[in-house]
């Protein structure tokens, strides 16, 4: 069992910056992959970013790509993504997810999420 929440999210200008947590409970969060995913109303949810539970490999969606960091603190149980030059199409909730033994870039792989956090992106 993990519990996951998010936060960070809120109202930014195209091209600024936000940097969103999700911060994790669990007792092997640490070998936990951790996935960002976001979803727009009438949306599919979208694959955002993942990182492997060492931290050192990393996957993005194309749409993010090159604008998007994911990161994280295995000693805090967070994971952060630091997302610059934003674009009023970043506009969604953005949600944390997890799993053991893989670094998915589908949903289906995940196996627990958070409740999500808005970002709202004005142009």
């Known amino acids: 069992q993990v519990q996951l929440v998010e936060s960070g999210g809120g109202l930014v200008q195209a091209g600024g910056s936000l940097r969103l947590s999700c911060a994790a409970s669990?007792?092997?969060?640490?070998?936990?992959?951790m996935g960002w995913f976001r979803q727009a109303p009438g949306k599919e949810r979208e694959f955002v970013a993942a990182i492997h539970y060492s931290g050192g490999r990393t996957a993005y969606g194309d749409s993010v790509n090159g604008r998007f960091t994911i990161s994280r603190e295995n000693a805090k149980n967070t994971v952060y993504l630091q997302m610059t030059s934003l674009k009023p199409e970043d506009t969604a909730v953005y949600y944390c997810?997890?799993?053991?033994?893989?670094?998915?870039?589908?949903?289906?792989?995940?196996?627990?999420w958070g409740q999500g956090t808005q970002v709202t992106v004005s142009s």
């Open positions: 997810a997890a799993v053991l033994g893989s670094l998915g870039r589908t949903r289906s792989e995940y196996d627990y």
């Open positions: 669990g007792r092997t969060f640490s070998r936990y992959a």
